[in-house]
């Protein structure tokens, strides 16, 4: 079974602290995706990348940066975490050019205190 | 900034009945897709369907899209409580593919 896997499903960090969100595929797929959840906001995207050491802001990278050194993995970084960090992240892959659906990982509940 | 709105933001059904939600988006587009997001999980793709393309199923799912009015609705036929869930429209319009979704529908399927 297909799979993108968070390293964390809940998380609790301190204001100020350098966080980092780990996310791996096993499908090769070339575009891999962060987004964030909050309720009355819905998804926004953070950052993705459609290949290895690229990177495209998505709407909101403010306060975030991404690294993509191998094809599988795509990791978020919040640089000083702080409490309006706090959210559901989801990261997801999927093909590129897009002819299915992404596949999402289970998400990390990040709370930052 | 989001592309689509949803509609309605809550659905409240009894098993058996039928459940639609519509989505509206701005621009020109690739693809539309719907997700659905069982509470605090991620998110699973149920469906994809290209602009040319106007009707699509899936099981008990029927997607449509009218790109002249820029909307699509997602119908869930003969609804059960495990239908229970937030149910997103996402829209594709460039070419890296990078998803905008909608705020999401909550469906609630009573037993």
């Known amino acids: 079974d297909v799979k993108v896997t968070q390293s964390s499903r809940y998380l609790v960090k301190r204001t100020g602290e350098k966080v980092f969100l780990e996310c791996v595929q096993d499908?090769?797929?070339?575009?891999m995706f962060w987004y964030r959840q909050d309720p009355g906001l819905g998804l926004r995207l953070i950052y993705f990348?459609?290949?290895?050491?690229?990177?495209e802001k998505g709407d909101i990278p403010e306060g975030y940066s991404v690294s993509r050194e191998k094809k599988e993995r795509f990791s978020l970084i919040l640089e000083s975490a702080s409490t309006n960090q706090t959210s559901m992240y989801l990261c997801?892959?999927?093909?590129?050019?897009?002819?299915?659906?992404?596949?999402f990982g289970s998400g990390t509940r990040l709370t930052v205190v | 900034s989001q592309q689509g709105e949803e509609d309605p933001q809550a659905l409240s059904i009894q098993e058996g009945e039928n459940a639609t939600m519509n989505c509206s988006y701005k621009t020109s587009i690739n693809n539309l897709q719907w997700y659905r997001q069982n509470s605090g999980r991620g998110l699973v793709h149920l469906i994809l369907?290209?602009?040319?393309?106007r009707e699509k199923h899936s099981g008990r799912l029927r997607v449509t899209l009218d790109t002249s009015k820029k909307s699509s609705s997602l119908l869930i036929t003969a609804s059960r409580a495990a239908d229970t869930a937030s149910y997103f429209c996402?829209?594709?319009?460039?070419?890296?593919?990078?998803?905008?979704f909608g705020q999401g529908t909550i469906l609630t399927v009573h037993p």
């Open positions: 499908m090769d797929h070339e575009n």
């Open positions: 996402a829209t594709v319009f460039t070419s890296y593919g990078k998803l905008t």
């Open positions: 369907i290209r602009s040319n393309e």
């Open positions: 997801a892959s999927s093909l590129l050019p897009v002819v299915e659906g992404y596949t």
């Open positions: 990348s459609y290949d290895v050491k690229m990177k």
